[in-house]
T-cell receptor, first 112, second 115 residues
Framework: GESVGLHLPTLSVQEGDNSIINCAYS??????FIWYKQESGKGPQFIID?????DKRQGQRVTVLLNKTVKHLSLQIAATQPGDSAVYFC???????????FGKGTTLSVSS | DTEVTQTPKHLVMGMTNKKSLKCEQH?????MYWYKQKAKKPPELMFV???????INESVPSRFSPECPNSSLLNLHLHALQPEDSALYLC??????????????FGQGTRLTVV
């Protein structure tokens, strides 16, 4: 089936920088998108989600942008901290679906 | 309480053993999921239960047998596993799916090693 993918497997930033993690999706019927953070040895943790009727949503230090024209999703983390080091996954759902489908993941490394 | 609890956290089993993984949530979610995650890979969907009925089985081998005894509990029964089945097994639950999605909450997973 169709799947969600991420552009870069790894991203290294300095503490205090802004981070941008990208994701491309192929299912044009997807109408729900979500970002998860997964630390080593733990389960995925919800960060932020967005529905297809929006193009931007902000949380605390995080912003998700959705570009439906090019089927692109991004997660922006402001003032990245060492505690943000983890693997980040995007996932999608469509109206016919019964489960979220995950993309490949980007490992974010933050050095101080 | 936004917690999904999985037990055990770690499990080592032989190829002839029978074991069960357990998952519990008290958020009133009616959709529950099993995902399998290999190292450095995204979670892969195995099973979906919706209102305590199995709605999705993603071509999972019969040595994995899910069970949903009630709306709060989800089990995964394991029998005659292979070493390649070693992975992190994640349980998740969500309030909404399909027409109105909501976020899925994940447990911490069971790290399974088959020897």
């Amino acid at each position: 089936g169709e799947s969600v993918g991420l552009h870069l497997p790894t991203l290294s930033v300095q503490e205090g920088d802004n981070s941008i993690i990208n994701c491309a999706y192929s299912n044009s019927a997807s109408d729900y998108f979500i970002w998860y953070k997964q630390e080593s040895g733990k389960g995925p943790q919800f960060i932020i989600d967005i529905r297809s009727n929006m193009d931007k949503r902000q949380g605390q230090r995080v912003t998700v942008l959705l570009n439906k024209t090019v089927k692109h999703l991004s997660l922006q983390i402001a003032a990245t901290q060492p505690g943000d080091s983890a693997v980040y996954f995007c996932a999608e759902g469509d109206q016919a679906g019964t489960a979220l489908i995950f993309g490949k993941g980007t490992t974010l490394s933050v050095s101080s | 309480d936004t917690e999904v609890t999985q037990t055990p956290k770690h499990l080592v089993m032989g190829m002839t053993n029978k074991k069960s993984l357990k998952c519990e949530q008290h958020m009133g979610h009616r959709a529950m999921y099993w995902y399998k995650q290999k190292a450095k890979k995204p979670p892969e969907l195995m099973f979906v239960y919706s209102y305590e009925k199995l709605s999705i089985n993603e071509s999972v081998p019969s040595r994995f047998s899910p069970e949903c005894p009630n709306s709060s509990l989800l089990n995964l029964h394991l029998h005659a596993l292979q070493p390649e089945d070693s992975a992190l097994y994640l349980c998740a639950s969500s309030q909404g799916q399909g027409i109105v999605w909501t976020e899925a909450f994940f447990g911490q997973g069971t790290r399974l090693t088959v020897v």
